[in-house]
């Protein structure tokens, strides 16, 4: 059995907790988020 993790739902799943832990951090969080997947957009995901 294999089991695969893509980055970009881990990433939002994490942002998300941390959101319900601190909301002051909301504005961090969304902007390394977006900052993320720009990366992750342009450099490919490798699959």
Not at 2 to 25: D, Q, Y
């Amino acid at each position: 059995m294999n089991i695969t993790l893509s980055l970009a739902p881990l990433v939002s799943l994490i942002a998300g907790i941390l959101i319900l832990v601190k909301p002051r951090l909301l504005n961090y969080i969304v902007a390394g988020y977006l900052i993320l997947l720009g990366i992750i957009g342009l450099l490919g995901t490798g699959a």
